[in-house]
């Protein structure tokens, strides 16, 4: 049987992920250390035979007994209040874990895949974002901490294909949403699914004129699937690209959960794309992949999953308290 080890794993992603490689026949070793996790998203995997979980921080040194075949490195803060929260985490996890992820592959010899993000494109001046558009970034913005370790963690990642020759992936993600996302994460699914669960208004950040194109975790989990059986070792998009401005799709969620309340405006945060619209074109091409889920049908199941979560997730405090996970 085929090991993989897969970083993230109590997170949204991760999670699924765990699932697939279940599914479709593999062991899957999970690791997480919970900061934005929750070992809810396995627990119907406690009792699997094929599945152990490591709870560690994988900027720390890494030890897996026996050998491994595929790693898939998803570890990271993914939401932009997350990593403004706590932001050294987040550069760590993408520099320092992925510098222990990929010794760890290349002392197995196994193949790697890692999670990367449309975040490396920035404040897009290329509309819709191919891969060989190099990126529009604030390197000292609040964001940067999210988008610098993301592409310092591509150029590490290229290195070590470069020169010790390991079997290297690389996906970019662009916004994927599904159940298992965390209700308090502040990603603009949950956000207002949440609000209108609560019965309050949706906020919308800036005008709502900014855009975004959202991807069901389905299709983004069989996207990173063929991936990495591919022999392609540069970066590919993964995503939808049916794009809406964040306003309409405030309409749209009143309109499928049926909530009574209207939109309020906010600031927008600071560096907040203005436009993100994934080119799938490589990944046609190259792994015969595409979304296959309508947003209506992948955004009425999310919000079936978040009707199933106790009042208490509901009002939590509004994010996750990490004080109990900062070291330094
Ligand atoms: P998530 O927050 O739900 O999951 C991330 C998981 O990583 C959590 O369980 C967290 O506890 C874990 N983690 C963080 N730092 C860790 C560390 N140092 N050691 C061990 N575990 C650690 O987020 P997600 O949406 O599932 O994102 C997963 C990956 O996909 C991330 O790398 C993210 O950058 C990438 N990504 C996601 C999206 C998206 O739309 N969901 C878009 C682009 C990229
Ligand atoms: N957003 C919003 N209201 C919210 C949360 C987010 O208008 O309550 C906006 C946010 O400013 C951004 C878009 O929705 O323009 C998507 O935000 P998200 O945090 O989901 O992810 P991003 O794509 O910015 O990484």
């Given at each position: 049987?085929?090991?993989?080890?897969?970083?993230?794993?109590?997170?949204?992603?991760?999670?699924?992920?765990?699932?697939?490689?279940?599914?479709?026949?593999?062991?899957?070793?999970?690791?997480?250390?919970?900061?934005?996790?929750?070992?809810?998203?396995?627990?119907?995997?406690?009792?699997?035979?094929?599945?152990?979980?490591?709870?560690?921080?994988?900027?720390?040194?890494?030890?897996?007994?026996?050998?491994?075949d595929y790693i898939?490195?998803?570890?990271?803060?993914?939401?932009?209040?997350?990593?403004?929260?706590?932001?050294?985490?987040?550069?760590?996890?993408?520099?320092?874990?992925?510098?222990?992820?990929?010794?760890?592959?290349?002392?197995?010899?196994?193949?790697?895949?890692?999670?990367?993000?449309?975040?490396?494109?920035?404040?897009?001046?290329?509309?819709?974002?191919?891969?060989?558009?190099?990126?529009?970034?604030?390197?000292?913005?609040?964001?940067?901490?999210?988008?610098?370790?993301?592409?310092?963690?591509?150029?590490?990642?290229?290195?070590?294909?470069?020169?010790?020759?390991?079997?290297?992936?690389?996906?970019?993600?662009?916004?994927?949403?599904?159940?298992?996302?965390?209700?308090?994460d502040g990603r603009?699914?949950?956000?207002?699914?949440?609000?209108?669960?609560?019965?309050?208004?949706?906020?919308?950040?800036?005008?709502?004129?900014?855009?975004?194109?959202?991807?069901?975790?389905?299709?983004?989990?069989?996207?990173?699937?063929?991936?990495?059986?591919?022999?392609?070792?540069?970066?590919?998009?993964?995503?939808?690209?049916?794009?809406?401005?964040?306003?309409?799709?405030?309409?749209?969620?009143?309109?499928?959960?049926?909530?009574?309340?209207?939109?309020?405006?906010?600031?927008?945060?600071?560096?907040?794309?203005?436009?993100?619209?994934?080119?799938?074109?490589?990944?046609?091409?190259?792994?015969?992949?595409?979304?296959?889920?309508?947003?209506?049908?992948?955004?009425?199941?999310?919000?079936?999953?978040?009707?199933t979560l106790s009042?208490?997730?509901?009002?939590?405090?509004?994010?996750?308290?990490?004080?109990?996970?900062?070291?330094?």
């Open positions: 049987m085929k090991r993989v080890l897969i970083t993230g794993a109590a997170g949204f992603l991760g999670s699924h992920l765990c699932d697939k490689f279940i599914s479709e026949g593999f062991h899957v070793i999970g690791m997480d250390n919970f900061i934005t996790g929750d070992i809810r998203n396995l627990e119907h995997l406690k009792e699997n035979a094929n599945f152990k979980f490591i709870e560690h921080d994988v900027t720390e040194f890494i030890n897996i007994e026996g050998g491994l898939l490195h998803f570890a990271s803060p993914a939401s932009p209040i997350d990593y403004l929260k706590i932001p050294i985490q987040t550069l760590k996890v993408g520099s320092l874990g992925t510098h222990n992820l990929l010794g760890l592959a290349k002392a197995k010899n196994a193949r790697i895949l890692i999670a990367s993000t449309s975040e490396v494109y920035g404040d897009p001046l290329v509309h819709p974002q191919t891969e060989d558009y190099y990126g529009n970034v604030n390197t000292i913005g609040p964001r940067g901490v999210y988008d610098e370790a993301k592409r310092f963690q591509e150029s590490i990642t290229m290195a070590y294909h470069r020169f010790h020759g390991l079997e290297t992936r690389i996906v970019r993600i662009f916004n994927t949403y599904g159940p298992r996302m965390r209700l308090n603009v699914i949950p956000a207002f699914m949440g609000q209108a669960l609560r019965g309050e208004d949706l906020t919308i950040f800036g005008d709502g004129s900014q855009t975004r194109s959202f991807c069901y975790v389905d299709d983004q989990v069989e996207g990173i699937y063929k991936l990495l059986f591919s022999d392609y070792a540069y970066p590919v998009n993964i995503g939808n690209p049916y794009e809406i401005s964040i306003g309409d799709f405030a309409e749209e969620i009143i309109r499928l959960t049926g909530t009574t309340q209207k939109v309020v405006y906010h600031d927008l945060p600071k560096d907040d794309p203005l436009q993100r619209q994934p080119d799938i074109s490589l990944a046609k091409k190259i792994l015969n992949w595409e979304p296959k889920i309508h947003r209506e049908e992948g955004l009425k199941k999310t919000f079936a999953y978040f009707k009042s208490e997730d509901l009002y939590k405090s509004e994010h996750k308290d990490f004080k109990h996970h900062i070291k330094n």
